[in-house]
């Protein structure tokens, strides 16, 4: 059976011919390859011998080879090409690969493109650079097929042949009324099994799924994954239709929400760049304020050492249970709070159910922490024989922090969220250093309390 490996382009005989500068034979085998594979193999390669394989490639294929390039590769191709190949590229992309290109590119390189494409792409361009980065509008495309309900289904299919290919997709068509009010839609499927007679009205479905200019990336990933959409139809807030987003757009977004929350869970401030590509300084910059406050709030630790000082002398043995006790609270509150981040990014939860996940996570911290101590319990007395008060101790406290840190790891991504911060924030590094002193302050007045030192 063929495997996908089966079809992987040979990217040494490439190079091989590159090299000796077989170029019309390199030529004749990416012309057959798929975009994104010529792109992968452009990016292994200088940037010089790059913009070689691109001059090889006829108009058309440039252009979607240059959609799925990295900013640094488009900016040395924009750098290099004329301005009559330039402006051919810019106006045969979608206006949201544009807009993508934009944002990462120099001023001076934006300003050579706005002067060189036509008024209606500048227009279009200007557009959608004026909606938040994070909304709707920046992420969709204004090539989507319109039809108006007063045409036959044959008139449909016959506009979509002629202009259906500088589409994002053909598959769902958005049917408009006077100054693009959105009225319904109607699939591929439904005109191809219609009557050529049939009127668009007759077959559009006027139960439309759509999403406003302003709307926040995060709900229209939970949109697509509620409704298994292909496509989403964009309006402003006169439910004029003014662009659409497709799933390959959303499956970039959840990449970028996805790198980024688990930047900001392990710590570091989140990046755009690809790690090979970010220099070390930068790098540094990312991670030390992190790591600085995490200091700073991890000093609270010794100073509840140093307050129960006296404590850990008069029975010193307290002293080896330390760490234990604070990984597996912190191990406890990592849980709850990666659980809870989740479904609050996936919309499973929201604030008004703060009571309902309170609720579970103290039973299942009382069920985790009760077989804990139980476990901690034996081996405590059976191997390494303890006396049973300290063994007590010991347990107890693991029984409250387990409770104590389940409690902490679900609750303040809640609260974040609920302020307006983003609740990635209050994971691992966060929830580990508060259960850590928290472990501590319930360890030492149990011991306090039951071994009175």
Known sequence: MATINDY????????????????????????????????????ELDSDKALIVFRLLNKDLASEVFACLSSDTQEHIITSISD??????????????????????????V????????PQTRNLINQFLRYPDDSAGSIMTAEYVALKKTMTVSDAINYIRKTGV????????????????????????????????????????????????????????????????????????????????????????????TTEDMEKMAAITPSEKPYLKTGVFETFKQRI?????????????????????SALASCIILTSFIPMLMNTGGNSGSQSSVTVIRGLSIGEIEFKDIFKVLGKEFLVSILCGIVLALANLLKLILIDRIAIEIAVVVCLTLLITVIAAKIVGCLLPMVAKKIGFDPAVMANPFITTIVDALSLVIFFNIATYILGI
């Open 166 to 257: 500088d589409k994002e997709t053909i598959y769902t068509c958005y049917v408009t009324g006077p100054q693009r009010f959105l009225e319904g839609i109607v699939s591929l499927k439904d005109l191809i099994m219609s009557s050529p007679d049939c009127i668009i009205e007759e077959i559009m479905d006027t139960n439309v799924i759509k999403c406003v200019t302003t709307e926040e990336q995060e709900e229209i990933i939970q949109t697509f994954n509620k409704y298994d959409l292909l496509a989403l139809p964009v309006v402003d807030h006169e439910n004029r239709i003014v662009g659409i987003i497709t799933v390959d757009d959303v499956f970039d977004v959840m990449e970028e929400e």
């Open 84 to 109: 009559t190949d330039l402006h051919f590229m810019i106006e045969d992309l979608f206006v949201d690969d544009v807009v993508d290109l934009l944002e990462e590119l120099p001023a001076t390189v």
């Open 111 to 118: 300003k050579r493109i706005l002067r060189i494409a036509t």
């Open 289 to 309: 304020p992190w790591l600085l406050i995490l200091m700073i709030s991890a000093a609270f630790t010794g100073q509840i050492l140093t307050a129960y000082e």
């Open 8 to 43: 992987a382009p040979d990217f040494e005989l490439l190079r091989e011919m590159l090299e000796e500068k077989q170029l019309i034979n390199l030529k004749k085998e990416i012309s057959d390859m798929n975009e994104v594979d010529i792109a992968v193999f452009m990016e």
